[in-house]
């Protein structure tokens, strides 16, 4: 996934644990005709809360995964011992 999603992703959802409330307004706003008679249950701010730490987790994960350098992403095997079958086949 390209860096800047991730970046994006991690943003929206540390304001979303910040200020769940607030961001919960703007996107029934966004969504409902009439939004004034939509109210959203007690419960439903912990669960947006949730949402956000999962998407700045998850953005993270994908971060760091994608800092990694290309010697670690392209060649795994680097680190390899070589095993005993593997030095007498070479002799």
């Keep these: 996934m390209k860096p800047h999603l991730l970046l994006a992703a991690g943003c929206l959802g540390l304001i979303e644990v910040l200020a769940p409330k607030r ?3 703007l996107f029934t706003q966004a969504a409902y005709r009439n939004a004034d008679d939509a109210e959203p249950r007690d419960w439903f701010y912990t669960v947006a809360r949730l949402e956000g ?17 290309p010697a670690e992403v392209d060649d795994p095997d ?3 011992v070589e095993t005993s079958e593997d030095t007498a086949d070479a002799r």
């Design 53 to 69: 730490a999962l998407l700045v987790v998850v953005a993270l994960v994908g971060l760091f995964k994608a800092a990694r350098t």
């Design 78 to 80: 680097a680190t390899a």
């Design 23 to 25: 961001v919960v307004a």
